[in-house]
Nanobody
Framework: QVQLVESGGGLVQSGGSLRLSCAAAGGAFNRVFMAWFRQAPGKVREFLGAILWRPGSAYYADSVLGRFTISRDISKNTMYLQMGNLQPEDTAVYYC?????????????????????WGQGTQVTVSS
């Protein structure tokens, strides 16, 4: 059973940076996309970006374009989210997610329901 384990969250001041990691473990994990989402209290889960696993091409939401960068290390089976110029509105629980090629339901990489594997979430808090 595939498990995604996130790390790297914490408290940072406005304008600061953080790097989140998402390590996959537990068995063979054939995926097309992995993605990052976040959810703030009282808000819906928000797509941040996704990476096409093999080529490494990344795609971003407009809200984070230019501030956040997604990368992956295939040898470590790990995806990263480098976040810069963080602002208080970036405060949320951050989740990583992975899909399964035969279970995408034809959904876009933008949509949470495409993903079948989710991390436990890591809190990011940005103070002003």
């Amino acid at each position: 059973q595939v498990q995604l384990v996130e790390s790297g969250g914490g408290l940072v001041q406005s304008g600061g940076s953080l790097r989140l990691s998402c390590a996959a473990a537990g068995g063979a994990f054939n995926r097309v996309f992995m993605a990052w989402f976040r959810q703030a209290p009282g808000k819906v889960r928000e797509f941040l970006g996704a990476i096409l696993w093999r080529p490494g091409s990344a795609y971003y939401a407009d809200s984070v374009l230019g501030r956040f960068t997604i990368s992956r290390d295939i040898s470590k089976n790990t995806m990263y989210l480098q976040m810069g110029n963080l602002q208080p509105e970036d405060t949320a629980v951050y989740y990583c997610a992975g899909d399964s090629p035969d279970r995408t339901n034809g959904l876009s990489y933008l949509q949470p329901d495409r993903y079948v594997y989710w991390g436990q979430g890591t809190q990011v808090t940005v103070s002003s």
